[in-house]
């Protein structure tokens, strides 16, 4: 293909695919899906891809050429979606100092700006899970002194969690607190996040001494990252009784920070009364100190909500390699994720409190134009599903499902007494969770700024293709026809889909 018409057509659709990294030698050295190395490259080139990550197709496509498995041609329609977008780029516009990116350079990073969006990253991040008695966010001129007690307050490291380049600086939660209270006193109360030993009557000790005891416990990277699977949702080693044993002898309720990438079962900490708030920081990154202190004084209004479902103990019983989603109640099996799980959980997908009070409910719907659908017929049920019909998507087309779209309109209101940031989940659930359909799916949100007193109204555009849709257990994607409820926290409107 000609330079120039490669330009013309990069101007339409500029792309390549690539592979994660090792990906191609997966297939053959792993799961055995290619006999060899020529095979793996070859499946993997005709699928699409255009570059590995790694090595392997440049080791091994010359002889995948050789022995005919693929072609010169292959590799050309690989090379030109590649060197497309390095055109597209500037890289052979001349000096690439000259180009729009050409003036980069050192003084570009950490600026102002990028340290701000660390800050507001960590802090939009943070969940609040418990609060009792508003006993956040703490008045700093009360707070005479306090214990900061934990493996995870004060490991600049294990902010940035398991993938990151060298952050600018790193505000321990230790240094963060520092910033709000001029008496604070520290213990690491175990050597590290495993937590084999504690220092558990130094702990207890510094914590009756103390006026407030902020505990930042969790995990690290020595019990979850890329190729190292938890066997245990508890907090590992010793946190536990180290955390009740401080609890028990704080002059009032303590403050729990927990900083893991996944879900912890703190069931002991959530019922326990003498642990007055639980803070869920995720890996928070540079700023993630004073994220958490901004949080904890009140500087910050939180507003996070969980991305995942936080399991109990008792799902490790469920083995890992049962990938089912679906629950199976003859047999036990309690399914997967929020849309099918039906066991208990610690705290459930999208929870989240806030130091104010908000409201949330669906005011105002448009409804899709069925009539689009006349003269289409609906799907046969597969046996498990008789008597349930459905409109296949694929034959509803792009043209139709962009034209069926319709808004839904949100009021949220800020109750008060803080302003802060606010998200509204819109859920969509099925007349019945019967032949496979979720409990509930998330279709969409969206974050507000909100004074306190203030509402806003958020106007969300509902797909019924993409929203209403679900698959089948024959691979097929439909929308079934009849009720469909969209959710806001307890506000249902019915949407009806058919002619």
Known sequence: MPWSTLLVACVRACRYVASDCDAVAIMRDAQRYAPTPEDAVALALKAGLDIDCGTYMQQHAAAAVQQGKITEDDIDKALNNLFAVRMRLGHFDGDPRANIYGGLNAADICTPDHRALALEAAQDGIVLLKNDASILPLDRAAV????????????????????????????????????????????AGCGSAVCDVADTDQAA??????????????????????????????????QQSLITAVADAA???????????????????????????????????????????????????????????WYPEEFTKVPMTDMRMRADPATGYPGRSYRFYQGETVYKFGYGLSYSSYSRRLVSSGKPNTDLLAGLSTMPSPAAEEGVASYHVEHIGPKRCDQLKFPAVVEVENHGPMDGKHSVLVYLRWANATAGRPAKQLIGFRRQHLKAGEKARLTFDISPCEHFSRVRKDGNKVVDRGSHFLMVDKHEMEITFEV
């Open 205 to 238: 000790a510094l914590a009756a001494s103390s006026d407030y005891v902020l505990l930042f416990m969790g995990l690290s990277q020595q019990q979850e990252s890329e190729g190292r699977d938890r066997t245990s949702l508890l907090l590992p080693g010793q």
């Open 144 to 187: 005479a002194s306090a214990a900061v007690i934990g493996p995870n307050a004060n490991n600049p490291g294990l902010l940035i969690g398991n993938y990151f380049g060298p952050p600018c600086e790193s505000v321990t939660p230790l240094k963060g607190v520092q910033g709000y209270v001029k008496d604070v006193r520290f213990l």
């Open 251 to 309: 002059k009032r309720p303590v403050i729990l920070v927990l900083l893991t990438g996944g879900p912890v079962d703190v069931t002991f900490a959530k019922t326990n009364p003498k642990i007055g708030a639980i803070l869920w920081a995720g890996y928070p990154g540079q700023a993630g100190g004073l994220a958490i202190a901004r949080v904890l004084f009140g500087d910050h209004n939180p507003g996070g909500r969980l991305p995942v479902t």
